[in-house]
């Protein structure tokens, strides 16, 4: 008999020993012989078991851990999504609406937020629980899980989100089995946001508390359950069956690969072994899309793509305490000498939209569009020639995933009359030399942590200058500061949008950045996959996927 006959024979043998058993155990049977014969058959292209629905994707960066306190990475967070809730999640909007909290008020000037929790949500089964393997989700773990995050025994990448935030000495209280209380040293007005992050899942105080090794075994409220890993070859979780939302999952399982080379995780999803493909790279992405950003004719029949509005904005930094950069003039022929048109039409493949607008993203609300930031080289000339000869010569550090994009703005500002030079360096290296303000002009970045223009405009408030905070510009403009704190506390959207125009007109003005583009996140799946949602904090939602 041939190998491939030999598996196919084992596989319905399995299949049908395991009919009399339950959908889940099925399920796990099945995803246990996957990953023993995984290097035998990595080829195998036909569906394992044709009357069940598995979810299939790649995470080409790999996932350390699946336990929300270390939810860092976006490969992280992407699987934690499928496994935990949080007290709230985000609408199709980005807006805070209901999950395990079904309703909350904020008293006590904007310090005090109650929480009233669902009384139907439960924790995947566990033997540890008594009553049937399973146990509702109660007041005491969401005090848990907060406290975790700022233990430093935890040692969470969180741990941020509430310290300095959250009063001291009192930050979280269980009133009683379905009620919640957080209090904070002062009004924030984007908390509700940071209460989405995944580092704020709900975890079962009686596990977490006792386990090791839970990054690894994890027992969460959502969707999917854990079932098994073979760490560097396959993860996979199954349906929750208790889950509290009505008729959700949609699918049995879902399966994740760890291919690094995304040119081979492309090859795979071509060829049927994946489901979704995401991550494309300039050496292949002319072989998926057109110039226009449009897929190419021989994929438009069988697949689709989504282009999603991804929360992050890419620029050039300058740091405002160089004495070149100082100069405000060289700053704007600089920001009007680069055409950022082109760089979105001929090194993207038009993934991403030039960035006329200013630095909080497309897809956040708040965003301004339009600024009178174009291209206008004649007017870069005229700004240079009230400069001495000593401005025309900069230097621009980048690493070598954007050393394209610097190559095309290097043949531009020699168009106006400034010799660029690039300096590439490692990632670790540009992070450190940004942090200690030992670099004038780079490239840089900014995605967001959680969804509120606050977060964007963070970026150059004074007090977080690096290495303290994110601002790497070192930007200090007194009014912006004033006007940035204002918009810490404000909780009414028309005030938020009016503050936020402010503070982009006063960036504007004084430009610390040249805005290049605002990204973009393409997927490519196919056209009987249905129900697949991505937003733009770039997070893939599975619950309602289905064939």
Known sequence: ???????????????????KYKRTLEINSLFLVINSLVLLISCQNQPLNEDKLIFRYNSSSGISSLDPAFARTQENIRAVNQLFNGLIQLDSKLQPSPCIAKSWTITDSG?????????????HKHPLFESENKRRLSASDVVYSFNRIIDPKTASDGAWIF?????SSNAFRALDDSTVQIRLQRPFGPFLNLLSMAYCYIVPLDIASKASDFGKHPIGTGPFQFSNWAEGIR????????????NIPKIDAVSVSFVQSKQTALLKYIQGELDVFSGLESSFKDEILNPDGSLRAKYQNTHLLMKVPFLNTEYL??????????ELKLRKAINLAIDKQAMIHYLRNNI??????????????????????????????????????????????????????????????????????????PSS?????????????FRSSWIADYPDAENYLAC??????APNGPNYTRFDHPEFDRIYEELRVCEEREEKLELILKLENILQNELPFVLLFYDESPWIYRKELKGLSINPMNHMDLRRVYW
């Open 1 to 19: 008999m041939s190998v491939k006959s030999y598996l196919c024979h084992f596989f319905k043998s399995i299949l049908s020993a395991k009919a």
């Open 163 to 167: 310290n300095g935030l959250v009063d």
């Open 429 to 441: 290296m540009l992070k450190q030399q940004k942090s200690a303000g030992d670099v004038a002009f």
């Open 111 to 123: 310090k005090l937020y109650t929480f009233q929790l669902r009384n139907d949500v439960f924790f």
């Open 352 to 425: 991403g939209k030039a960035a006329f607008g200013g630095f909080v993203p497309l897809g956040m609300d708040g965003h301004i569009p339009t600024f009178n930031n174009r291209m206008n080289k004649d007017s870069a000339r005229g700004l240079l020639a009230d400069l001495g000869s000593e401005y025309k010569e900069i230097k621009l550090v980048t690493t070598k995933d954007y050393l394209d994009l610097c190559v095309l703005v290097q043949k531009d500002l020699a168009e106006v009359g400034i010799e660029l030079a690039i300096d590439v360096v």
């Open 235 to 246: 993860l996979n979780f199954i349906a929750n069956p208790e889950y509290f939302e009505p």
């Open 317 to 326: 930094a300058f740091n405002m305490q160089s004495e070149k950069f100082k």
């Open 460 to 465: 150059f408030y004074s007090k977080n200058k």
